[in-house]
Every structure is written in C-alpha cells, then in structure tokens.
C-alpha cells in the first residue's frame, strides 16, 4: 500500500465517520435513545483514529519522498532537513486543513469523554452533533476540493521544495500548531453554546464551557505571542505586528474570546448577561472561520497567502452556516432567556462589563479596518490601503481604556462599590500620576508616560489586592503572612492566575509603548575593515563570506560590534549577518542576528554585498527599547493560563452523575 | 572572494527568472538615516504582499527609499514625499487611509463600534429590568439555579 491511497482510504473513512457520528447523534437528539448517543460517542475516537492515520500518511509520503502524492511533489524535497520535512504538511493548504481537521477530531473525542459527566443525556447529542457538523465540513471540503492525497500521473525525480520562508526558522514547528490548537478549540464553546439554547438552559453550560474557552485562549495567545517573535526573528524589519490581514485574523477570535471570558465570570457569579455570551462565543467561533476564510481564499493581499487555494467559497459558505445556527439558535430562545437583574456599573461586574463593551469594539473596528479596502474597491472601484498606522493610532486610546478597566475591574467588589475600594482606586490613580511624571521627567514621550504611568497603576492594583486576601487569610484562619500568601497562590488559583495574566499585559503593553515610539532603523555600506559608529554602537566589517548548505547558498558578513555609550549597552560581540538564496525563491532572504538586552534590542540585517570583489556589505541596524519584556509579558500570561487551568480537583463543580448514557 | 562570485553566477540563471527578479547591480545603495525607515514605513510597497517599502527587500522598495532619501536630502518635508507618491500611485500607497470620502468611515468605526454595543446593552439593560419588575413575584433566579442544576444530575 502507499502512503497516498492510505491516506485517502483513512479521509474518505474520517468523512464517514463525521456523517456517521452526526446521524447518531441527531437521532439520539430525535429520539431520545441513549443507545445512539453511547454509538455517537465512540464513533468520536473512530474519526480521531482515521484522521490521525490520514495525516500520517501524509507525514509518511513527506518522509518517504513519495512525488506521486502531488502534495509532496509541489511542497517538499528531498534535500530538506528531517524537521523540515515533518513540519510540511503544514507548510500549504491542503496539509494544513488536514491538520485542523485533525485537531478537531481531538477535541471531538475528548468531548465525548465529558458525555455523562459534564455533558448531561439532554446536551450532549446536540454538543457532539454540532462538532461532528464542523468534522463533516472540514472533511467534505478536503475530499471534493482540496484533496491532500491528489495522485501526480508521471512523479517528478524532485520535489518543488517548501515555501523557504516556511523554513527559515523552527518557529514553523510551534506557531501554527499552536493556531490551531486555538482556532479548533473555540468549536467546543460553541458547541456546548448551542447545546444550551437547544436545552433551552441558559445558566448551567457557562461553568465548564468558561474553562474550553480558556483552553482555547491560552493556545491562542501563546500563538499570537509566538507569531509575534518569529515574524521579529526573520522578516527583518525589527517589528513584531504588522497588522497584516492574516494577523489581525487571528486577534479577532482572540478579542473576542476574552470578551466573552470576562462576561462569562458575571454570567456565572450573577446569572446576568446570557444572551450576549451565546453572542460572543458565536462569533469568536465564527471568526475562526473567518480568518480561515481570510488567509485561504486569497481576497485579501497579506503575507500569509501562501496557503491560498480553492476553498474560499466554502469557507464563507461554512462561515455564513455557523452564524446561522449560532445567532439563528439566539434569536429563537432569546425571549425566553432571563435576567437574574440589572447591572450596578460601578461594580466588579459593571468594570467586566465595560471590558467586553471595548474588547467587542476592539473586535468590530478590526473587522472593519480589515475588510473596508475590500468595501471601498467593491463601491467606488477605488484602492485604498488600511495598514499598521491607523490601526496603531486607533487602538492606543482603546487600549489605554481597556488597561484602566483592567486595574479598576478586579479591585471594585461585586454588587457594589464600598469604602476600602475608593481607597485602593486613590493609591492606583497616585501611581499613575507618579509614573506619568517620571517618564515626563525623564524626557519620554506623552504616550510612553501614560504607558508607564498604566503599569506602575496596574502593578499596583495587584499588589494591593493580594496584600488584602493575605491580610484577610492571616485574620480569618491564624496564619502567618508567609502561610497567608502561600495559601492564596496554592488554593486560589483563579483569582491568582489571573493576576498573573493581568500583570502580563500591562507589561506587554508596556513594552509595545516603548518598542513603537523608540526604534531606531539606520542602513550603511561598509567597506571590509570600515568602521561604523552610530547611537553608541561601533560597528566593523569583518569580511565577506560564502557558504553552501544543504538547501541552499548563504553569504556572510561578519561584524565586530562595540558599545560606546550607554545607549549601546549591551551590543559587544561578534556576530555573522546572512542573506539565505533558496533556489526557488526569486529574492534572498535577509536573516537577522537580534542580540537580547533587558533594555535595546540590536538587530543587524546584510542588505546586500558586493557580489563580483566581496569588497563592501550594506548593512541595516535597528535598535528597538524593551521588546524582551514583551516576549516575558507572553510568557506570563500564558503560564497564568496554564495556571488557572492546571488540575486541582475540586475545579469543576463535581456532578458525580449517573452513568446517562446507558439506558 | 572566488566563492561568493563562483556560486552567484551559479544563481543568475534561476534569478533572472523569478516574477519579480530584478536586476541585481553590483553598486552599494546610499546610505539611509532613520527618517527614511520612518517615511517608508507608511508607505505601500507596491508589489508585495501587503508589506510597507521600509520592510521589503523587493526592487521597487529599494527604489522608493532611494528616491525618500534623495528628497530628504533635497529639504523635502514628509507630508512632501508621501504627497509624490499619493500623485504616482494614487491614496492606495498610504498605509494610512485619508480621513474623508469612504476611507472617513473607517476612522469613525471606534465610535460606531462603541455606540453600537454601547446601545445594544442600553437595550438589554432596560429589558432585563422590566422582566426583573414583571416577574418579581415568580421564580428567582436561585431557584432556577437549582433547578438546572437538578435537572443537569439527572
């Protein structure tokens, strides 16, 4: 047997499956029958197995070399590395909605592991039915259109090879995984969402679905986080968001995740706010799609549009089926759904939900910015360009909003706002008035004063609410501060966690404040021996190199770097700049070496060199303040997520239920 | 230097043939100061894939920082240079779309987006609280709590 009928064997059987476990759990919905809910449940690992053969098949047919199978023919060879190779299938379309499709018999499968648990006999059919719908599609579309197995009639010898900008760095092997990790797991919020309306139970579903949906998030911020540094790794220009289509793709699912995680937590206290978290986790979910809509039908120019392919119309048509079922579902059961009250805004939950109303604008102008060359070409014909400049100068002041929000939301109490929090908003509003003067009195721009001034206030408000639950704890159960503190972190991990995410942000904010107002972008061309002084910095240019590697040819330049002043504190070293020729890209690739400080990052780039004597090189140098701190500032949140999502026990409401899956 | 000269010449071929090969010369570019990374970043390159001309290393980016420098050098101001290129290739070579006609509506969407939700959950508000006062003799929400939960063991 090949690897390429194999691996179309095991789709055509993930595709029934999906169909099988969708029938099953319709009529276990229909009928009422456990016996077919037991059978939908199973079939869940059915179309895990045939999706994980399926995609290794396609790994097999990579690793094997086997150009019978058209996509390994146009998107590897054999001359790449072994890492190379095992990342490919990710590398292009069809490979990569093999792998989400992949991804989501995962989830499919470890939600039917609820069934009986969480997932009680009157929502676990439409739960299961829902994701087994978006199985059917992914499937559906890999088998009719975008068929990774595809024969080639006369293999070539040789393989096109992999997108080299693909294989530039080992980030290939982490970012999209994590993606999609992110994207496919918002389906299981929406599926328990739908489940809800069709159980017509409005409150119960928020408890465990809050918890998916962090799962999905995390994933989706470590993705957006490690996106960020791969992109400031090789593209070379010193900067890690470019507000490209495809990035901004990715940030809307994830604004609108946190919206509906910050109105979850009111739902769930105080039973308010039901119709417009099935809303939000609707379109977070939705917005997955979208952004897969977005990078795959090619509409919009964006670096990302590698992966394009014939699967745009289904994408949308996929897109306009989920908003349907979702606000369709909504609009039906709204009258019914009730509201345990209104909302004190000057409460915890007032500030959360003041936080979804920005995070949701956030949403609604990235969206819009997005779309709107598309919108002006479509009515006047007319080219417009929306790029990093706007959505920089729009999002600032949304983002000062959201981080004042931010240090005020967890300090207020539920209900309603007392004494003791005045006197914590008064020492924050203090700290944000001493930072603000400080980075003025240090001769730093308004905006960066702001964002120091937002930190020392955010830092602040942390610091003051884990003073009071020690405080609280030492009181009330006779410890001592130390054993107070180390209760708080070990048994609350809730609220701790996210002090840590909060305390992330700010920093990340922090340091993207200082990052954009203070790079510094200069380009010169040495002669070998020249010395370059700039912005404390001396740089010499060692020489002229060539080198011949596996996959491709890469010119050296080494350089010999020296700090002169403070402001290159920390640049000394040597280091070798490189431009990358891959044989089948037209351009080279300029490869920057980044040296790491706590302070500036230096960021040397090969431009061009002489290419007949190996006489001169042109060199580009960036120095960027504090972007260190953002990837710190990612790390944190994540590992707060993790954090709050780590297994203690007693996290789910316990439902020790009655097996109700047998009859 | 042999080798970098030897397995160029082995790269012309392939080189030349690419959709956007350009004539690689073998003369350094100008030198470039800060400014220039500056105005080119709020400019379209305008072969790439939605990269500005101070990221992009295709040919025609080059060429506009060549041309952003020699115009600094001439005493041109910013608002100038992108004005030269707004006259060669139209509003779409600004990254930033001109606050009037349709490209305005953008730049309201904050606002729009904020009044919009901000309206939605005036609504809300406003039916919750006379759902809250009609039924204020029926179920409380605790009892529905518990009722769901009850029905979730079952």
Known sequence: MTPGLLGGIALVGALVFSLLGLALAVLAHALRDGRYLEAARRTTLLSLLAAATSFGALEWAILTDDFSVSYVANHSASVNPLWVKLVTPWAALEGSILLWALLQTLYTWLVGLRVGRSLDFWRAPSALGTLFLVQVFFFAVMVFVAHPFDKVPNPPAEGLGTNPLLQNHWMMAVHPVLMYLGFVGLSVPFAYAVAAMLARRYQSWIFETRWWTLVAWGFLTAAIFTGKWWSYEILGWGGYWAWDPVENASLIPWLLATAFLHTAQVQERKGLFKGWNFAFITLAFAATVFGTFLTRSGVIQSVHAFASGPVGVWFLAFLLGVLALGLGLLARVSGEIREAGEVRWKSREGALLAGALFFGTFAFVVVVGTLWPLAVELLSGAKVSVGAPFFNQVSAPLGVFMLLLMGIGPVLPWRQARGEALKNLTAMLIALGVGMLIGLGLGLSLGVSLAIGLFAYNLTAIVLMVAQGVKERSRALGLSPAQALLELVARHRRRFGSHIVHFGVALAALSIAFSQTYRYTEQKTLQVGEVWQTRGLEVRLLGLTAREEANRFAALAPIQVRATSRDGWGSDGRYETRLNFYPQMSSPLATPVVRYTLYNDYYFVLMQFDQEKGQWATLKIIITPMVFWLWVAGGLIVLGTAYILWPSGARLPSRQAVPSASD | ?154
């Open chain 2, 1 to 154: 230097m042999r080798g970098v000269r030897g397995w160029f010449l082995a790269l012309a071929l392939p080189l030349s043939f690419g959709a956007l090969a350009q004539p690689v010369p073998n003369t350094p570019p100008p030198d470039f100061p800060p400014q220039v990374f500056e105005i080119a970043r709020e400019l379209r390159c305008p072969v790439c894939q939605g990269e500005s001309a101070a990221e992009s290393n295709a040919g025609i980016a080059l060429e506009m920082r060549r041309i952003i420098a020699e115009q600094l050098e001439q005493g041109k101001s910013p608002a100038e240079i992108k004005q030269f290129f707004v006259e060669r290739y139209g509003d779409w070579i600004l990254f930033e779309p001109p606050a009037r006609g349709l490209t305005l509506w953008v730049w309201l969407s904050p606002l729009l987006g904020l009044l919009l939700l901000g309206y939605g959950l005036w609504r809300h508000q406003a039916r919750a609280k006379s759902l809250a006062q009609a039924q204020a003799a029926g179920v409380s929400e605790e009892e529905i709590a518990r009722l769901e939960a009850e029905l979730d063991r079952r």
